[in-house]
């Protein structure tokens, strides 16, 4: 994990709105949060710092959370990465797990179901 005590998490979600309650709600469960409502501008952080999981939304314009998380390997093969999404479906759950996303959590939801995720995929991180 990186040198701060609290995980670092890197928001990404083309609703600010979400984006920032994510990162507010989260911020106050005691993790390290940096949010971005676009896929180019998170890209751009990864290279500057470091993060341990990337909570990514699946429909996004420009890049989606998918190519996303394949372009976030390429920077940090040990990204813990969790997709969410308002539209779920087994293909996208499977080509998520496919190319990386360690969870899919669906939106809208209770941040008592998000966090065992966080906390899971933290967890495969460190091991």
Known sequence: MSISCAPRILIVDDNGAQMRALCDTLRDQGYETTGFVNAADALQ??????????LSDLVMPGMDGIA??????KIDRDLACIIMTGRGTISTAVEAMKTGALDYLLKPFNIGVALPMLKRALEIRRL
């Open 45 to 54: 952080a990864m290279q500057q710092s470091k993060f341990d999981l990337l």
């Open 68 to 73: 996303l998380i394949a372009a976030a390997a």
